[in-house]
């Protein structure tokens, strides 16, 4: 079977903090609700857009306004998905690494998975041999359903599984896969280390190397 790298794609991948605020504050204006900082969002991304609008939201706004918040927000954020994303400097080149040195590579993300389809097509292309979001009747992470639907669909075996946040470490901890935090993302470094990470990456060419030494020695 084939060595698989998992990657998770906002804030490891994608560079969409800034994408994810200005469709979430636009939701919200729109309906009339207080906006929220970049840094107010790192904490709300990372469980799936439903937890991302219940975050976002007070219980009562959610209640009154939540549906349209979120049906608001997925059709300007979709349309964004389609245009293309900001990648990571040095993602491509690392993907492309990957896959040179007989791996595969993948997404699995709690975006909605037509966002992340649409991501994949835009922003990666072959880069990636998979990308999956959240799929109806499939748990989000860090359940380990997600992942092994990808390994299953890729008929392979993962090498590693890379995020940027807890919910990331912790989704490898419960497939027993290595994982390896990479601090660029959503999340601070110290979070990722407290929550488990087998090797942290402070650059794309630090973690390049790290996920080659892992092909070389078969692990």
């Known amino acids: 079977m084939a060595p698989v790298f998992l990657f998770d794609l906002d804030g490891t ?41 219940r975050r976002m939201m007070s219980p009562e706004a959610y209640e009154k306004h939540g549906a349209r918040v979120r049906g608001d927000y997925m059709a300007i954020y979709g349309d964004l998905c389609a245009q293309g994303g900001k990648r990571f400097p040095g993602v491509l080149e690392m993907l492309e690494g990957l896959q040179r040195a007989g791996a595969k590579t993948a997404v699995i993300s709690n975006k909605p998975d037509h966002q992340t389809r649409l991501v994949w097509k835009s922003t990666f292309g072959k880069s990636l041999d998979l990308a999956q979001g959240q799929l109806e009747g499939i748990p989000t992470k860090p359940d380990p359903a997600g992942p092994r639907e990808v390994l299953r669909r890729l008929e392979g075996t993962c090498a590693a599984y890379i995020g940027d946040s807890e919910v990331d470490m912790q989704t490898g901890k419960n497939c027993g896969f290595y994982t390896v935090g990479v601090t660029w993302g959503m999340k601070p470094r110290r979070l990722l280390a407290q929550s488990g990470a087998d090797a942290l990456a402070d650059t794309m060419e630090e973690l390049t190397g790290l996920l080659l030494a892992r092909l070389e020695t078969g692990a």
């Open 13 to 53: 991948l994608l560079d969409s903090l800034a994408d994810i605020t200005l469709c979430a504050n636009t939701a919200l204006e729109i309906s009339g609700l207080p906006q929220h900082t970049p840094e107010e969002y790192r904490g709300y991304i990372g469980n799936g857009v439903e937890m991302l609008i």
